[in-house]
Every structure is written in C-alpha cells, then in structure tokens.
C-alpha cells in the first residue's frame, strides 16, 4: 500500500473536551455561571450607570444605545441588571460559604457525641419548620434592610440543612473500621474528625452548596419583590420586576430582561451542582 492511500490518522480528543462529553451539565452550568461573574465583576467598566434618572428617555425600547431599554425613570435597563447580578451572587455565594461553615461544625458534633445529637436534632427541626422567607422577613424586618442583614436572614434557615446533610453522612462514618482504629490508637479527637471524618463530607457538601446559592438568589429576589430586601437605592432583580410590573404590558422588556438573568442564573447553578453531584458520584463512571 503506498503512502498516499493509507488512511488518515484520527486524533484523539484532547481531555477537555473528552472532560465536556463526559459532564455536559456540569460544563454548562459552569460556563454560564462563569461569564454572568465576569460580568458581575466587569460592571463598572461596561454597564453604566445603573441608577441615573432621565425622564427625557423614560420606556425607550431596546436600541444600539440601551441593549434592553430604559424603565419608567429613565434608567438603562441593562445597566441595572449587570449591576444586580453583582447583589444576587453575591448574597448566594456569601449564604452558601456561611451555611456550610456553620452547618458543617454543628453537623460533625451532632454526629459524633450521641449526647448532643437529640437536643441539636430538635433544635434544627424547629427552624425548618418555619418557611424560609417568612423567617427571613421577620428578621430583616426586625433589623433592618441591608446586604449583610439579607444574608444573615436567608442563612439561618439553611443551615439546618447542612446540619442534616452533615449529620448523616457522619453516622454512617463514626463507626467505619478505620475511624476504630484512631480511636484505639490514642488519636485526638480533633485529628480524627478533621483528618477521618470530615473528607467524607466535602463531595456532598460541595452540590449541596449549589443548591444553596440557588436558593439563596431567589429567596433574595423575593425578599427585594416584597420590599423588604436590600435598601431600594440598590439595583436588584427583585426590586427590579416590582417595580416595573404596573408597565408590563406598555414595556415588556423592564420586567423580562431581570426576570430572565434570574432564571438563567439560577439555571447554571443548578446546572453546575447536577453536574457535580454526577462527577463526584463513584458510581456513575464519568470521573475515569
């Protein structure tokens, strides 16, 4: 056979794109989520300013000079939603850091002292049995509308949750063969719970962080429909609709275009933890 009329050498893919057939949820989710950050992050040196009033330019439809319109003020509507999604990741990312700090501590001593664990139990059990944004507004309610009160008020009832989460995985671990054996061999406490327990816990914990953030950005954009979220100077999603719902009909676009970055935003986050939960899971064979 001459060389011309060998057949052609097929190159095999490179792993990432191997990485991407194998977790198209997780790439997915990712690289949404990665470009709405870019552009949380970008937004003072693209967007505008999101909270100028011109009643000259007021329900002006989408044009090459506003990409979504302006509002019954005004105000550029794109501007206004770069801008709060600066105010929505930041309240999921901060809630799911902190849930998951606190929930992960309390989780571990409910699921190693059995002494701690009925008293602890209950007490996680009686927060979730409040709704979650009843609790939050009662809270902000009582101390003010601010970011960091926000977060405060969406993190107290996810953190039973991660208590639960926590808790279960370390009842099945306590006993484990090699946890007996730090035990009989004299190992610390903290090094035991550090070192043998709490790794067990970090796959799980990292999906259900996501999920978290997710609903941390949507109860935030409820607590900010209902006005009682951040302060109403503040572009946020929420606020956004809100306000703009009495001109849906004559300005469509003031209300899809926050209404769809929540969506989409939400989207990739949930994308990105079913995407996770698969790549982390053992038993589904997408991480050789």
């Known amino acids: 056979m001459s060389i011309t009329s060998m057949p052609p050498v097929e190159r095999a893919p490179s792993a ?16 949404i989520l990665a470009l709405m950050t870019l552009a949380a992050i970008a937004a003072p040196l693209f967007a ?21 319109g302006t509002d019954q003020l ?12 600066r105010v929505s990741l930041q309240v999921g990312l901060l809630v799911a850091i902190v849930s998951v ?11 190693y002292f059995r002494t701690a664990d009925a008293l602890i139990t209950r007490f996680m059990d009686g927060i979730m049995a409040i709704p979650a944004i009843l609790l939050a507004i009662a809270f902000v309610a009582l101390a003010g509308a601010s ?26 671990v306590r006993e484990a063969p090699y946890v007996d054996a730090a035990r009989a061999g004299g190992t610390r406490l903290h090094v035991i719970m550090t070192r043998h327990i709490l ?22 954009s409820a607590l900010s429909f209902l006005g009682a979220g951040v302060p109403p100077e503040t572009p946020t999603w929420g606020s956004m609709i809100a306000q703009s ?27 990105l933890g079913d995407g996770l939960r698969d790549w982390l899971d053992p038993r589904s064979g997408r991480r050789g």
């Open 101 to 111: 700090a606190f929930g992960t501590v309390i989780g571990l001593v409910a699921g």
């Open 199 to 220: 790794p067990s816990t970090i796959a799980p914990l990292i999906v259900q962080a996501t999920y978290i953030c997710a609903a941390a950005i949507i109860v935030e």
């Open 245 to 271: 719902r009495s001109f849906l009909s004559r300005a469509p676009w003031t209300v899809f275009a926050p209404g769809f970055a929540l969506a989409l935003v939400v989207l990739s986050v949930n994308l």
């Open 16 to 31: 990432a794109l191997l990485f991407a057939r194998r977790n198209p949820t997780l790439v997915a989710g990712g690289a």
């Open 147 to 172: 970011v960091w009160i926000v977060i405060i008020a969406i993190v107290m009832p996810e953190i039973p949750r991660v208590v639960r989460l926590v808790r279960s995985v370390v009842l099945s």
């Open 48 to 68: 505008g300013d999101p909270v100028t009033i011109n009643p000259a330019r007021r329900l002006r439809p989408p044009s090459a000079e506003h990409w979504l």
């Open 74 to 85: 005004g105000r550029d509507v794109f501007a206004r939603v770069v801008w709060g999604a």
